[in-house]
């Protein structure tokens, strides 16, 4: 397995923020409504301010800044009150509840035309204002669709085309204490919600069993519901149980419109309205799956499609699926299953068909023949390609892309044995159906023809319900099986998931309302001694290898936890339950049974190591990205130490600055300062060094240093990285307009290079404050470019083509600094330390002459940092340096204030 690079990393970790930032943003709305209408409690207002505080810096990063603004804003209303707690009156409630409300079309996905049954609540009859508790109900979505087509017509009229209103449901008793959003409707499944109620008139009658599957005074089957988001619509039955509204959720959010009922009659009378695109049967009901059957087949008849049922049962035996299969459910799923994976198989299900009719080649050098088999095929809904030509089947298989292959045996130049050998030679060809078609008699031949690669054998002549049935069945189970190729989430020989699958489910888990501290968490695994194998032995081998670690370690997981390979020999563990202790005892674990032999290589042991890193949950991690960031770098504080296995990262007073920055990040509490840039040999152009600094609450100014350390260790450096340049390309705005431009030049990190948004989030805020790149200087320090090289050079090539400069940083006479000045396109390079320091570059005069000679050769300008001393600057002047900086020039301040006009020495 190659490892994805990290622009995928980076696409896969904002895909998953995406798809789980609605029920995130419902979770924050949730604690708000609990907190504004209850009892005000300090710990839960916390959670919410970190929740809010995460997700807004978490949307800022991956580029949605409307959500980003708009959590922000929520941010600062409750900071205060964080901050210095005091119990709020009820209009400040009112307030807070109704800003944090506002925030319900946050992430949300498009909306259709129809407007949302959400605006229609029903309220409870008064007179059982006394005896239960005052809540609403709220009908699933577009509930109306239930309705056959004739009534949808007469309520659509009296409504002047709006969806109709909701059903009367019968008076609910809600017990004190009973969960919000249980399903309390026995005929609608409705929930609770505590939106302002609107009045309903009644529902109109179901219609009975016998007219199941037809329009009322048509006897014609309901026309089919046009398919919404990836899927479909899905009518599941089930209770109320925890797995049901995992499952539900689940399904959602891959774009399925889900209804669920909770009785076997309310089902049939769904069905007797419309026919949905599967039907999916709760292991509570899987009793009654015969009597169901019998309906589902009854509305079969009347639909133009299929209309699958998928069955769980408790039950894993064969009486079970038999019971499954006579009913006619196209597929069984037995329990325990995650929510997670019974999704999954729902998706496959749903999607081997879908609206892409198959694609069938036929190779026939009969015209007559091929257009028999393409008539017929067509006729069907599929998608043929006829080749009459035999020796342009491997172009036209490139260019068509075919479910599956109809083949002729005799054919001129080629026979249809030797086209398929060489068809299955070709890697992507060797899982295609190739279905002969001849009207060869002899078995012999057929059994050869099935040794060359061949599927199946039709002889001719052969009836078109036999020819479409045969090639409708193998191109499924094809497609089927290819899509459990790319969507199974777990590989079956290692043991190892998906990463991004592990990736969802770490969301998932940070997104869950409930979500205690310091319980379950992730492990990242670094193998090390892999690249000398890999060198030696060859990738063969050290695949070979790394899938026995693999395996390895995802022995090491229970059920209910995921393994994934997350680099080229690293590994991540999700172990969601197991206390703190816990997780570092596992991490223990797999530290010594690496360091065993668990590899072979032609029958010998290879001796491998590994160090760990591990990351706790908490609440302060506002997506997967943040908690591998912390892992990742526990792992690598790790092999900083000696004999240091394990390391485990928590949140707790060492996170002081971390918070310090969180807060900056969203407060724009950073101080930028800048020290003038000067020329050596000219006057007159403007250009500043720009330096960041943070104070405490207590006053205290946080060392660069220690700053960038904190962010890297907590996963915020990209996010100061664009906050810095921001705030620089506002200045350099600013400057622009008040007619004395200035170029700033910024440090950037490796983080940033990796960031897959980072370069069109640059280009935008370019465009946006009309500016031109060459007034920004990003400055790379030349050890982060040795060690990321693959992300430094297609980085640095994007930004240069937006006018950006490039200046690398730390400079000196080492191989690698001459290599990287020769392959690296800069515009800048700026000496080490060392030749600056003091009076130190006397003594490195002819190794500066050397750099300086080898800078200019290449067009590059030479610039010298902290230069403190006129001696200094003068001898940099003699050795052709271009640029100075530092206190001999101007001590860094907030302002631009210098004098370049007579800066020239």
Not at 276 to 292: M, N, R, S, T, V
Not at 726 to 735: G, S, T, Y
Request: charged share 25%; aromatic share 6%; with cysteine.
């Amino acid at each position: 397995m190659l490892p994805k690079d990290d622009t995928q990393q980076n696409a896969e970790l904002r895909q998953a923020f995406l798809k789980h930032l609605p029920r995130r943003i419902e979770t924050v709305r949730k604690r708000g409504h609990r907190i504004c209408s209850g009892v005000w409690d300090l710990n839960t207002l916390t959670l919410l301010f970190q929740d809010v505080q995460g997700l807004a810096g978490a949307a800022g990063r991956y580029g949605f800044l409307d959500a980003s603004e708009r959590l922000y804003q929520v941010e600062q209303l409750l900071e205060p009150w964080v901050r210095a707690p005091r119990l709020p009156d009820a209009a400040e409630r009112q307030a807070i509840e109704a800003q944090i409300g506002a925030l319900a079309d946050v992430g949300a996905a498009p909306t259709a035309t129809l407007r949302s049954p959400r605006d229609f609540l029903v309220p409870l009859p008064e007179q059982l204002a006394q005896q239960a508790v005052p809540v609403s109900l709220r009908p699933p979505e577009e509930y109306w669709r239930r309705y056959s087509h004739r009534e949808v017509e007469r309520i659509s009229s009296d409504s002047h085309g709006q969806p109709p209103p909701a059903p009367v449901a019968a008076p609910v008793v809600v017990e004190p204490g009973y969960a919000e959003g249980t399903l309390v409707n026995a005929t609608s499944a409705f929930e609770l919600d505590t939106a302002p109620p609107m009045p309903a008139p009644a529902m109109p009658a179901p219609p009975t069993e016998d007219e199941a599957g037809a329009q009322p005074g048509t006897g014609q089957a309901p026309a089919q519901t046009p398919r919404r988001g990836r899927g479909g619509r899905i009518f599941y039955l089930a209770d109320i149980a925890p797995f049901g509204r995992e499952l539900t959720q689940a399904l959602t959010a891959m774009g399925y419109v889900v209804d669920r009922v909770d009785s076997a009659e309310e089902l049939k009378e769904v069905l007797g309205s419309i026919a949905p695109d599967l039907i999916l049967l709760d292991a509570g009901y899987f009793e009654q799956i015969e009597h169901l059957g019998e309906f589902v087949k009854r509305v079969r008849q009347r639909v133009s499609n299929r209309v699958p049922l998928l069955a769980m049962a408790a039950e894993n035996d064969l009486n079970a699926r038999l019971k499954a299969m006579r009913a006619g459910a196209d597929a069984f799923v037995p329990q325990p299953i995650a929510a997670a994976d019974a999704a999954l198989r729902v998706r496959d299900l749903l999607d081997i068909d879908g609206d892409d009719p198959f694609r069938v080649m036929i190779v026939e050098d009969d015209r007559s023949q091929a257009l028999f088999a393409e008539s017929v095929l067509r006729k069907a809904g599929m998608r043929t390609q006829a080749v009459t030509e035999p020796l342009q089947t491997l172009d036209e298989l490139e260019r068509f892309k075919p479910d599956l292959v109809l083949m002729d045996l005799y054919m001129p130049n080629i026979s249809g044995l030797e086209l398929t050998a060489i068809v299955r030679e070709r890697e992507q060809f060797i899982n295609i159906p190739i279905v002969f078609l001849s009207g060869e008699q002899d078995s012999e031949k057929h059994f050869e023809a099935l040794s060359a690669g061949g599927d199946d054998f039709l002889a001719k002549p052969i009836r078109p319900k036999f020819l479409i049935s045969a090639v409708t069945n193998r191109a499924r189970r094809a497609r089927q099986l290819a899509r459990r190729r790319v969507l199974d989430p777990k590989d079956s020989t290692t043991g190892l998931y998906h990463r991004t699958f592990l990736i969802d489910r770490v969301n998932e888990l940070l997104g869950a309302e409930e979500r205690p501290d310091g319980v379950g968490g992730l492990l990242f695994v670094e193998v090390e001694g892999t690249q000398h194998l890999r060198e030696q032995r060859g990738l063969a081998v050290y695949e070979s290898v790394m899938r026995q670690v693999g395996a390895a370690i995802a022995g090491h997981a229970r059920p209910d936890e995921h393994a994934a390979r997350y680099g080229d020999a690293s590994y991540v563990l999700l172990a969601p339950t197991r206390p703190d202790g816990g997780l570092e005892a596992l991490a223990q674990e797999i530290v010594d049974r690496l360091s065993q032999d668990v590899a072979l290589v032609d029958g010998q042991a290879v001796m491998l190591s590994a160090r760990v890193g591990v990351a706790v949950f908490a609440p302060q991690f506002a997506d997967a990205a943040e908690v591998l960031n912390a892992a990742e770098r526990a792992c690598a504080r790790a092999r900083q130490q000696a004999g240091q296995r394990v390391l485990v990262h928590r949140s707790g007073p060492g996170t002081g600055v971390v918070d310090a920055i969180r807060r900056a990040l969203a407060d724009n509490a950073f101080q930028l300062l800048f020290q003038p840039i000067v020329s050596l040999h000219s006057t007159g152009e403007e250009q500043y060094e720009v330096l960041l600094r943070l104070r405490t609450d207590g006053g205290e100014v946080i060392s660069a240093g220690a700053l960038f350390e904190a962010a890297a260790r907590a996963g915020l450096v990209a996010e100061v990285d664009r906050w810095c340049l921001a705030q620089c390309l506002r200045v350099v705005e600013e400057r622009k307009r008040a007619g004395r431009p200035v170029r700033l030049f910024v440090n950037h990190s490796c983080e940033s290079m990796r960031d897959g948004e980072r370069i069109g989030w640059l280009r935008q805020i370019l465009e946006t404050r009309r500016v031109s790149g060459e007034f920004l200087a990003l400055e790379f320090r030349l050890h982060d470019l040795v060690g990321h090289i693959d992300v430094a050079l297609p980085f640095i090539a994007a930004v240069r083509e937006l006018g950006v400069k490039v200046v690398v940083d730390d400079l000196d006479a080492s191989l690698d600094s001459l290599q990287l000045l020769g392959s690296l396109p800069a515009d800048y390079v700026k000496l080490a330390d060392r030749y600056t320091l003091g009076n130190s570059a006397g003594g490195h005069a002819e190794e500066l002459k050397t750099l300086v000679r080898a800078a200019h050769d290449r067009s590059r300008y030479v610039m010298a940092a902290k230069v403190e001393t006129a001696q200094s600057a003068a001898l940099l002047w003699t050795l052709g340096v271009d640029l100075i900086q530092g206190n001999f020039v101007q001590q860094p301040g907030a302002e631009l204030g210098f004098d370049f006009s007579a800066s020239a020495l």
